[in-house]
């Protein structure tokens, strides 16, 4: 392929750089692609967030068929698991949305280049893959996404011991999972083969399930998760996960070795940063081998940039996305803008769970004078309806301007709710304007409404 040029060139397609190539296309720059993967969308799209939550919708409604629809007057007899099929929909789900960005990078007309990208100068990339060459970029952006990390002492197989990628696909339902990891990836995928019918431990260094999470929250959730049948082992460390004949051994400080016949390993991920040449055109990195930026997420090299699970920050689809926009404005001339104080984050688990803002141990940590309003779904009609009621919503706001600072739910629909607290904060709404503003009836909604007024000893149903 002979080199060609763009005014801009993103290398990885996923939620942050394909939606970085999309809008620079809007704002009139010449835009290439490169992703080495067949399918576009990256990790989130193609192994992470999308699948894993079709299964966990499939197997919700399984749950539900066996354990739920009586109480509506639902007779289905005993349902079958017809396993290969709702895999099968997952992954119709997948290609759904894969073929639908193609289709948006065709429309905007985003040169897509297939292979993996290295650096030879600070605007010169070597294309290794199907369309191997060289290409130039006046600005390059890094959006490489992130791989799952894996703890000394274990040995991944690829079917028996492996991450979120071997959980999203199992042939058979395990008899017994073992989880090592009580964060989201962990207790989500955790929760899909419980519903199926697995017995599933779940591993965790830290005495807590959720780290990062609001304890009042986290706790609750594991109450409510160990009602539903998993088995937590807290404050234990894995030692090492070997195979024994066609079982698995877990072993850990603290107790027994562990046997199951799968392994999911959810202990984090790792940024995307070997084999890019970055140290060619002196990059710097971070101890995390994270990619240093500026303001304007342009790294120690001026026109190269980065953004997504590569730079500091939640790794999460919705915020590389937001960076991927801010980014490609500042390039175009523009006025970016990220506000990292409202990017939410959820649990599809069930209920689920979903934050945003500080925690009331960050707000204790930091000083902060605060009031909390807290209102169960218990007493919502919508939730009640739904036949839903297990959780709460939790409002942190400033003690003196009654701006909200936190919020926390845990419940039904939790994380749509969470949208309309990630725009108060945006907004420096305070749990006043909430509390005034009309939620209709009876909606989950308005459990956030009553939370807001009780952050004022008024909320009317509690």
């Not at 894996?150 to 395990?174: C, F, M, Q, R, W």
């Not at 209920?351 to 141990?361: C, R």
Request: neutral net charge; proline residues 3%; contains cysteine.
């Amino acid at each position: 392929m002979e080199r060609k040029s763009f005014d801009l060139v993103v290398i990885g397609a996923g939620p942050g750089g394909y939606v970085a190539a999309i809008r620079a296309a809007q704002l009139g720059l010449k835009v290439a692609c490169v992703e080495k993967e067949a399918a576009l969308g990256g990790t989130c799209l193609r192994i992470g967030c999308i699948p894993s939550k079709a299964l966990l919708e499939s197997s919700e409604l399984f749950h539900q068929a066996k354990h739920n629809f009586a109480q509506h007057g639902i007779s289905v007899g005993e349902p079958k698991l017809e396993l290969a099929t709702l895999l099968k929909r997952k992954d119709q789900v997948v290609q759904t949305l894969t073929g639908g960005i193609d289709f948006l990078f065709k429309k905007n007309k985003v040169t897509r280049i297939k292979g993996t990208a290295a650096f030879i100068s600070k605007n010169i990339l070597k294309i290794e893959g199907a369309d191997a060459g060289e290409i130039e970029g006046k600005n390059i952006i890094i959006a490489t996404g992130s791989k799952a990390t894996v703890l000394p002492g274990i040995e991944l197989d690829g079917t028996n011991i492996g991450t979120s990628t071997e959980a999203l696909a199992y042939s058979t339902v395990p008899r017994h999972l073992v989880v090592i990891g009580a964060g989201y990836i962990g207790l989500e995928l955790g929760s899909v083969w419980l519903r199926l019918g697995s017995k599933v431990t779940v591993v965790e260094f830290l005495d807590r399930i959720l780290p990062g999470m609001d304890q009042e929250i986290a706790t609750m959730a594991q109450k409510i998760f160990e009602k539903q049948g998993f088995v937590f082992k807290l404050g234990h460390k894995v030692k090492a996960v070997k195979r024994a004949g066609e079982e698995c051994v877990v072993e850990c400080e603290g107790v027994d070795p562990i046997k199951a016949d799968k392994v999911l390993v959810a202990v984090g991920r790792a940024p995307n940063t070997d084999g890019l040449g970055l140290d060619k055109i002196g990059i710097k990195l971070d101890s995390r081998k994270r990619v240093e930026v500026n303001h304007r997420f342009e790294t120690s090299v001026k026109n190269v940039f980065a953004i997504g699970d590569v730079i500091a920050g939640p790794m999460l689809a919705h915020k590389a996305e937001e960076e991927g926009i801010a980014c490609v404005e500042f390039i175009a001339g523009k006025q970016g803008h990220v506000d990292y104080n409202s990017i939410p984050g959820v649990a599809y688990t069930h209920p689920e769970i979903a934050s945003v803002g500080k925690t009331e141990e960050q707000l204790v940590a930091e000083k902060v004078s605060f009031k909390k309003g807290v209102f169960s779904f218990k007493a919502n009609g919508r939730a009640q309806a739904l036949a839903d009621t297990e959780g709460k919503v939790k409002i942190l706001a400033d003690a003196e301007t009654d701006r909200i600072l936190g919020v926390h739910i845990i419940g039904p629909r939790a994380g749509d709710l969470i949208a309309e607290a990630a725009i108060a904060i945006a907004f420096k709404a305070s749990s006043e304007d909430i509390a005034i503003s009309s939620h209709a009836h009876p909606t989950l909604a308005e459990a956030f409404k009553e939370a807001a007024m009780a952050v004022h000893n008024r909320a009317i149903h509690s």
